[in-house]
């Protein structure tokens, strides 16, 4: 009887611990919602943001919010490797609003190929963008979004200046994210990429669906999630699954570690990302 009570005793203070520690994670998770949604205004939902196919600005963003990019990348291809650098600066000059401007670089190295059938390293394009959240909803922790992205494309560095713009990328978008209890986020991302080349005077499009899944850890921004990038072009299909961290290592700097693995991609495989985020404190 004695070694019953003892037993009983034990499984109470176990479950009694537990119960304790879960309070204490969702008290630690509400606290940390709250300061990020209702110390200011307008309202604004905490979302996981994905780290390969970034938001031009949080949804919800509030005037005077700023933020640094800078992004590293390597992609294993069949005959060369391509490495990626990205440097990119969004801000928001009024509630709601976010604009982006971002230079992509890539850079080649042969694999075992002759030199001449590896691509020349090239500034990409200028990038500028703009991002309306045109829905923000607390109670239903859910944002709403359009966008539009224009890429003015850049010759290469061997042909630079001839012509210094080649072509044009217009891409508009709408992204839909919302909240699921205190850690679980979900976002959808999706639009036509229309590319146009100005030299032969022919239109491309591809349509993207990136849709993502996160997890953040109790009372910080940091977050273990899954990106499933796909891309489709008339009767072809692409997918790259991203599994992906993100830690913060400051308070106003975070670091996103991303790794690539493609589906039914025929000329890549393996990938990695890294990209370093900094968020300047502001007044407003």
Do not use: C
Not at 89 to 115: K, M, Q
């Amino acid at each position: 009887m004695k070694r019953k009570t003892t037993v009983m005793l034990i499984i109470t203070l176990a479950l009694s611990t537990y119960t304790k520690a879960q309070k204490n994670k969702s008290e630690k998770d509400s606290i940390y919602i709250h300061q990020v949604e209702d110390q200011k205004e307008p309202d604004k939902v905490l979302h996981a943001e994905p780290l390969y196919i970034d938001l031009i600005r949080d949804l919800g963003a509030r005037k005077g919010e700023k933020e640094w990019n800078l992004g590293l990348g390597l992609t294993d291809h069949l005959e060369f490797d391509s490495y990626e650098a990205l440097v990119e600066y969004e801000w928001a000059p009024i509630n709601r609003l976010g604009l982006e401007v971002e230079l992509p670089f890539t850079f080649y190295s042969p694999a075992g190929v002759a030199d001449n059938s590896v691509p020349s390293n090239k500034l990409n394009s200028i990038k500028i963008a703009a991002q309306w959240s045109f829905f923000v909803s607390e109670p239903m922790a859910t944002s709403m979004a359009l966008g539009y992205i224009n890429e003015f494309e850049l010759s290469d560095f061997k042909n630079f200046g001839n012509p210094i713009i080649k072509g044009n990328v217009y891409n508009p978008f709408l992204v839909v994210a919302k909240r699921w209890g205190n850690n679980f986020h979900s976002l959808v991302y999706t639009g036509p990429m229309i590319e146009q080349n100005f030299e032969t005077a022919t239109f491309h499009t591809t349509y993207d669906v990136n849709t993502s899944f996160h997890y953040m850890i109790t009372g910080t921004r940091n977050f273990l999630g899954v990106e499933f990038n796909k891309t489709f072009e008339q009767s072809d299909f692409d997918m790259v699954i991203r599994p992906q961290m993100r830690v913060g290592i400051a308070d106003n700097l975070m670091i996103g570690i991303v790794a690539g693995i493609p589906v039914s991609r025929e000329n890549e495989r393996l990938s990695s990302f890294l990209r370093l985020i900094w968020e300047p404190k502001h007044t407003h």
